[in-house]
C-alpha cells in the first residue's frame, strides 16, 4: 500500500470568457468566446493506492484499486459564469471553499484477468481490462448554483452549466495465439461503448464536450523474423 499527497500552489485553471457581446437581441446574446487562464490558489489531493495480486495454475490475475479522499480547493474566490453584460461584464466572486478540483475522482479501481494455455502447435492467450472511474466534476464550481451581482441565484442546470460526469466502467478485451514465429491477435477497445465526457468548456450558450474512444475492434498479424 502506498500514500500520496500533493498540495499546489498557485494552481491556474482554464474556463471560457464572453469576448464578443450581440447587443441587438434582448436579452444579449454572448457570440464570441476565448480561453482564459485563471489563478484558483491552491488545491490538496491526498489517498491511498492498495493493489492486490493473485497466481492461478496456468492465468494469472490482479487487481489495483486506488481510492482517493475527497480532495478539496481551499479558497481562491474566482470571478465567473454570472457575468452580467449590462454592468460592462462584469461578474461576482465566487469562493470555491470546498468544492472539488476538475476531473477528480473519489475512487479509481482497475482489474485485470489474463490466461495463457499450450493449444495444439500453439500457445492461446487472453486478458480483460476492466477500469471503474467513480463520478468527478468537470469545472472548478462543482455544479453549484450561480449568484449574480444583486444576489439573485440560480442551479447551474437551468442557466446551462451542467458540470458532472457519472461514475462509470470501461472494459478492454484481447485475444492472442502465437505459432513459431507468428502471432494473431483480436482487440476490442471500450467494449461496452460508454459515452463519458473527460474535458468539458462550458460557457453562456455554449456546450464544448470531449468524449472518450468510441467502441472500437480489430485484428492482426506479427511476424518476427
Known sequence: MN??????SNQVFQDLTCINLESTQTPPVCNGYSLVNRNIGASRIYGAEAEM????????????????????????????????????????SISLVGKRPPLAS?????????QW????????????????????????????????????????????????QKGYVTLNLGIGYKIKNFRFEGW???????EVSQKALVGSSLNIRFLN?????????????
Do not use: C
Open 117 to 164: 494455455f499450450d493449444a495444439g502447435p500453439g500457445r492461446l492467450d487472453w486478458q480483460a481490462l476492466l477500469n471503474y472511474l467513480s463520478s468527478y466534476f468537470l469545472s472548478q464550481f462543482n455544479e453549484d448554483d450561480i449568484v449574480f451581482l444583486d444576489g439573485t441565484r440560480q442551479d447551474a442546470l437551468s442557466a446551462g452549466f451542467p458540470g458532472r
Open 188 to 194: 476490442a477497445s471500450s467494449f461496452l461503448n460508454e
Open 3 to 8: 500514500g500520496f499527497y500533493y498540495d499546489y
Open 53 to 92: 495480486r493473485f497466481k492461478f495454475p496456468g492465468h494469472s490475475a490482479w487487481t489495483s484499486a486506488l481510492p482517493i479522499s475527497t480532495p478539496r480547493l481551499p479558497g481562491a474566490p474566482l470571478p465567473m459564469r454570472a457575468q452580467d453584460f449590462d454592468d460592462g461584464g462584469n461578474s461576482p
Open 213 to 225: 474512444d468510441a467502441r472500437s475492434y480489430g485484428t492482426r498479424v506479427r511476424v518476427n523474423f
Open 106 to 114: 473519489k475512487m479509481n479501481v482497475t482489474a485485470r484477468l489474463s
